[in-house]
């Protein structure tokens, strides 16, 4: 199942992220987890499926998270986070282009970002209707 | 008018915008301009509207500076942790250590109120211009990603912001 829906995420205990930008963002103590997570962000061409399920599968990060194995998000940005530092990156060929793939072994949530201003024209429709 | 008039030091208006400086019931300020002494010009406006002004200036670029100072700061420690997670994505440091390192680099997201967020991501986008994302915001103000877009949602409309895209 491939979705591409904004603030669309998935929660797992394996997850395969795949992109062509990766950035890491500082180490937080995230107050829900109550534990130290490892955020990122990932750009152009990046996606996020769900290899693992949790055990037990229930949300841990967000209700409206996607548990099911083989869940896949596609978007322009997708944000997360994991529980241990992410490093098992591959830079993989497919025809003319490259990507980077990573498997995390740990929880990991991914989430189709919504971006700066799509959140404010979202605002101003709400306010139409 | 008699050419003879003397300009006055600046200091003796430097109470104006001193605080502690004693409230009269008559406080005016006074300008006058002009190329000779035959048109020369009066303008009258109250001390107190003058100094709202300049107060609402400085109260602006005090909020600019804090912001800006905010985010530097930040994005410094960012490329510091970006050195140490290279060293530890080339298997120059073992998890171990990086998540050692990592911890000093680890933080709790504060809880800023929306409003104040809010007009600082809006100081932010107008200097910048650079569309941050929430995830990046949040990064940015060591907080949470949920208390950005409340703040995103108190900005104004995106007409007032122009089109940098």
Known sequence: ?129 | MSNNWTVEKSNYFSEVLDESAPAHSLDYLIRVCGSTAEDIEFSVTGTEKFKAHFGNIFGYFKIVRDTLKEVILSQKRSLEYHGVYNAFLMGQTSEIEFTKIAKKFTYKPKSISAKILSSKINVLFNITEIDYSPSELADLFHCNINDVTTAIQLMPGSKSLGDSQ
């Open chain 1, 1 to 129: 199942m491939i979705l591409t829906e904004i603030c669309t995420s998935i929660e797992g205990k394996k997850v395969f992220l795949q992109c062509r930008q990766f950035n890491p963002f500082l180490p937080r103590i995230d107050p829900k987890l109550g534990c130290l997570i490892y955020p990122f962000k990932m750009g152009v061409s990046s996606k996020a499926i769900v290899e693992e399920e949790l055990n037990p599968k229930k949300h841990k990060f967000r209700v409206e998270s996607i548990l099911d194995k083989d869940t896949c998000i596609k978007g322009e940005t997708i944000d997360g986070f994991a529980i241990k530092p992410v490093k098992e990156t591959k830079i993989i060929h497919t025809g003319a282009h490259r990507g980077r793939v990573i498997n995390t072994n740990c929880f990991t949530f991914a989430h189709i970002e919504i971006g700066f201003r799509a959140l404010l024209q979202k605002k101003e429709k709400e306010k139409k209707k």
